[in-house]
């Protein structure tokens, strides 16, 4: 099993519309949990942090599921500029504390 | 604001040659990564490093070599290039662990073709 699944996608959305992206780790043992968004030819860059309770930032909303492994993004009110490709992130429970990153969800809003 | 900086946007190398990759961070992080993009692969990580003089092995070590001198300073080595190693190459930083800086920051990247 891989460490980090994702949906491999793509998403095509029409503006406004409501998506949602799953993730699933392999390791129990993990502790941080990220989501990260990735323009086409650029770098990754951190969208959200994922906390236990859950966590919202305006459109976007992060759950994550301990006994399930489970990990998801809620977009709402798809903009534009929300096309590009989230990757799901989970820290690998090994001395230095690298960061595993999923393969990534594209998506492409449509206007 | 953050700043994870790659010398070169885009490099062209012959096999056979030694490449350098440099990268530097303005933020104190312990961390630096060095990971490589490949369509349908997605990031993988090469080498990192906790500290300074300090390195580890990450999943796809072979083939390349890397040197922190400098907290500030992560070099990635190609010691003979070869043309499986055209690639996306990323560069990362990050703060100590559990902590609010643990939060990853990557470099512009550098796109490498070995001809």
């Known amino acids: 099993r891989k460490e980090v699944e994702q949906d491999p996608g793509p998403f095509n959305v029409p503006e406004g519309a409501t998506v949602a992206f799953n993730c699933t780790y392999s390791?129990?043992?993990?502790?941080?949990f990220f989501w990260y968004r990735q323009d086409c030819r650029k770098e990754p860059k951190l969208l959200m942090s994922?906390?236990?309770s859950g966590n919202e930032d305006g459109r976007f909303t992060a759950q994550l599921n301990r006994a399930s492994q489970y990990i998801s993004l809620l977009i709402r009110d798809s903009k534009l500029s929300d096309s590009a490709t989230y990757l799901c992130?989970?820290?690998?429970?090994?001395?230095?504390?690298?960061?595993?990153f999923g393969p990534g969800t594209r998506l492409s809003v449509l206007p | 604001d953050v700043k994870v900086t790659q010398s070169s946007r885009y490099l062209v190398k012959r096999t056979g040659e030694k490449v350098f990759l440099e990268c530097v961070q303005d933020?104190?992080?312990?961390?630096m990564f060095w990971y490589r993009q490949d369509p349908g692969l997605g990031l993988r990580l090469i080498y990192f490093?906790?500290?300074?003089?300090?390195?580890e092995k990450g999943d796809i070590p072979e083939g390349y070599s890397v040197s922190r001198e400098k907290k500030e300073r992560f070099s990635l080595i190609l010691e003979s290039a070869s043309t499986n190693q055209t690639s996306m190459y990323l560069c990362?930083?990050?703060?100590?662990?559990?902590?609010?800086?643990?939060?990853?920051?990557f470099g512009a990247g550098t796109r490498l073709s070995v001809l």
């Open positions: 390791n129990s043992a993990s502790q941080s």
């Open positions: 994922v906390y236990s």
């Open positions: 490093s906790y500290d300074v003089k300090m390195k």
């Open positions: 990362a930083s990050r703060g100590e662990a559990l902590t609010a800086k643990n939060i990853q920051y």
């Open positions: 933020m104190d992080h312990e961390n």
């Open positions: 992130v989970v820290n690998r429970v090994v001395y230095g504390q690298n960061f595993v």
